[in-house]
């Protein structure tokens, strides 16, 4: 067994951020398991097969067929067994999606296989593989290892590593693989796909993220948070206070039983700074606070800090933004 296969999750026609982020851990440790390989799954999905080969991986396996077109377990699981089968991979990775979470341990299981999951470190030793993961609701990292002497499964959890750099010097072998169904991988089957309903940018892959703590004092100050994101063009994301406040739902939730994020642009309003917060964001290139406490947490790890009320400075920056993309719309 040698080299690493990445299960590459698509979003309709593009490949999901987490995903890509995956393929970052997969590079991390091809130094010592061998070369990488990517499988793509889906319908119609020979372009953007292509297209990954930009981010690192020297073979993509593709299985395009209408009997993958929706992201069902059953099928996607059994895909991934043949690949697995035709790579006799060290170590296999997939995101810690839904679907991520679902299939792997379906395939470790057929192949009595460890399975680590939610992964936030990768290291490869001369016989074990050793992850760290969250437990305890994320209160503490727990260091996990499993021996060499089998493949074995990982699940990535989102803004644990950094997403490889494209290069579109960089090509990929191309191999289309054939995976037969049987009636019990058929079982379930989706009837339709709906939107979430709520508008913006999807939090885990946003560039820029405005996240409001406890600071704000209620779920209404989120309204303005909401507006200086839209004028940056980011999402919206919380602390975990807040979600168990109810001020805003779960899935916003940023932090170790949260979400991570990586963005270019941080900006907390009325956040402390606790870690169980920042080690969610510890990825984030800027990270600019506006909160009325200078000794926060937050405040002190920022780049820049504002230390003045936030209802007096969100609304004139977010004018400010606003005029300036007036501005540049007229130029």
Request: net charge negative; with cysteine; aromatic share 4%.
């Amino acid at each position: 067994m040698a080299g690493v296969l990445v299960f590459v999750e698509l979003a309709g026609s593009e490949p999901r951020g987490v995903a890509l982020e995956t393929l970052g851990a997969a590079a991390h440790v091809a130094g010592t398991l061998g070369e990488v390989t990517a499988l793509v799954i889906g319908h119609e999905c020979h372009a953007v097969a292509e297209r990954i080969g930009q981010y690192g991986p020297s073979r993509v396996l593709v299985v395009d067929d209408p009997a993958f077109a929706a992201p069902v377990a059953g099928p996607y699981a059994r895909a991934l067994e043949a690949a697995v089968a035709a790579t006799e991979p060290a170590l296999v990775l997939l995101p810690a999606t839904t679907l991520g979470r679902d299939i792997a341990p379906i395939v470790a299981t057929r192949l009595g296989a460890p399975h680590l999951v939610e992964c936030m470190s990768l290291t490869v030793e001369d016989q074990t593989i050793t992850v760290t993961r969250p437990v305890y609701q994320g209160k503490l990292l727990t260091t996990v290892t499993a021996p060499r002497d089998t493949v074995v499964f990982a699940t990535v959890r989102a803004g644990a590593f950094k997403a490889p750099t494209p290069d579109e010097a960089k090509q990929a072998t191309i191999e289309r693989m054939t995976v037969t169904l049987d009636a019990a991988d058929q079982r379930a089957a989706v009837t339709g796909l709906a939107p979430k309903g709520r508008g913006g940018t999807a939090l885990e892959s946003a560039p820029i993220v405005v996240v409001g703590g406890r600071g704000i004092g209620g779920p209404q100050g989120f309204a303005l948070l909401e507006e200086l994101a839209a004028a940056l063009g980011g999402a919206v994301g919380c602390t975990r206070a807040v979600s168990d406040l109810g001020w805003r739902p779960h899935d916003e939730q940023i932090g170790q039983t949260g979400k991570q994020v990586s963005p270019k642009l941080y900006l907390g309003v009325g956040v402390s700074g606790a870690v169980q917060h920042t080690v969610g964001m510890r990825g984030a290139e800027v990270v600019v606070a506006i909160n009325r406490d200078p000794n926060a947490p937050l405040v002190q790890m920022a780049d820049f800090a504002i230390v003045a009320d936030y209802n007096e400075i969100v609304p004139r920056l977010t004018k400010r933004l606003q005029e300036l993309r007036e501005a540049a719309g007229k130029a």
